[in-house]
């Protein structure tokens, strides 16, 4: 069955460092978003991809994220510079059809630890 | 303010018995609403999708209604088992512009 995959699974990174998290949705689907989860709390959305260009995007999403498709396979979530308070469980998905009408697909997530 | 609520109190309940959960939302007028399941330390899982116009839908032991009026959903499975323990999540597309917003989810224990 298709997947959504994530790497890495697990990133600890110092404050103040960059990193990019990766994701391959699943090969047919054309809507893509980046999702976190703060330990405890509850999935928030952060921003929408469709047709190479971001959809929507949350107050989250400021100016330190930015998202790439840039192979037309991997999806890619970029923080310049990390915060204590990025730490959480970020996770990808796709959709066939978009959110209107399709349901998501999750990855397992990629765990993000900033120290 | 737009508020997805869901009890944030874990419910348990005993194996066999049916389970009810609860979403309410304010300030929406969402045309579909979705839940999913979560468990510990992975991601969210499709379980079922409801219209505006469909005031029931059901997929095995699961069930949903949606009452567009009240703005609620309630979301069953009955013959509830051990393994249907985890977190259960109801999401809506307020706008039909791909941000999907997630309710904070109700932790279900079925007990043995």
């Known amino acids: 069955e298709p997947e959504v995959t994530q790497t890495p699974s697990h990133q600890v990174t110092q404050m103040g460092q960059e990193v990019i998290l990766r994701c391959v949705p699943i090969?047919?689907?054309?809507?893509f978003y980046w999702y976190r989860q703060i330990l405890g709390q509850k999935v928030e959305f952060l921003v929408s991809f469709y047709n190479n260009e971001i959809s929507e995007k949350s107050e989250i999403f400021d100016d330190q994220f930015s998202v790439e498709r840039p192979d037309g396979s991997n999806f890619t979530l970029k923080i310049r510079s990390t915060k204590l308070e990025d730490s959480a469980m970020y996770f990808c998905a796709s959709s066939a059809q978009g959110a209107r009408t399709g349901e998501l697909f999750f990855g397992e997530g990629s765990r993000l630890t900033v120290l | 303010s737009q508020k997805i609520e869901q009890n944030s109190e874990a419910l348990n309940i005993q194996e066999g018995k049916t389970a009810t959960l609860t979403c309410n939302y304010t300030n929406y007028s969402p045309a579909y609403l979705q839940w999913y399941r979560q468990d510990p330390g992975r991601g969210p899982v499709f379980l079922l999708l409801i219209r505006e116009n469909e005031k029931e839908k059901r997929k095995e032991r699961l069930k949903v209604t949606f009452d567009t009026t009240l703005k609620q959903s309630l979301f069953h499975i009955t013959a509830s088992q051990p393994a249907d323990s985890a977190t259960y999540l109801c999401?809506?597309?307020?706008?039909?512009?791909?941000?999907?917003?997630f309710g904070t989810g109700t932790r279900l224990k079925v007990l043995a």
């Open positions: 090969s047919n689907h054309l809507y």
């Open positions: 999401a809506l597309d307020p706008s039909g512009t791909y941000k999907y917003i």
